[in-house]
């Protein structure tokens, strides 16, 4: 049984920074596309961040320079670095793996999804 688990989120002021962890178990993420997206209130499901098996890397132009997705093949963990936050980043932020090769930047390419983990950002 596949499961992804998010932590990490919470409250944080603008300017603020907050790690998200996505603990895998069932699959190894080291040989999974793996991605973060975030659904703010309202508003659609967006990708923000995206990494290959290989560590090839996607950003929304959004969060670059300030967001950066890794992952600990030891731990079996995604992570999302958030710096610099703003207001508009709040939302909850979902991990998901997909098996395409590459990075994988479309929803349907994703085969497993977490339950969330909510990010809110204070002005």
């Known amino acids: 049984q596949v499961q992804l688990v998010e932590s990490g989120g919470g409250l944080e002021q603008a300017g603020g920074s907050l790690r998200l962890s996505c603990a895998a178990s069932?699959?190894?993420?080291?040989?999974?596309?793996m991605g973060w997206y975030r659904q703010a209130p309202g508003k659609e499901r967006e990708l923000v961040a995206a990494?290959?098996?290989?560590?090839?890397?996607y950003y929304a132009d959004s969060v670059k320079r300030r967001f950066n997705i890794f992952r600990d093949n030891a731990k079996n963990t995604l992570y999302l670095q958030m710096n610099s936050l703003k207001p508009e980043d709040t939302a909850m932020y979902y991990c998901a793996a997909s098996a395409v090769i590459g990075v994988a930047t479309m929803e349907r390419e994703y085969d497993y999804w977490g339950q969330g983990t909510q990010v809110t950002v204070s002005s």
């Open positions: 069932g699959i190894i993420v080291s040989l999974k596309a």
């Open positions: 990494i290959s098996r290989a560590l090839d890397t």
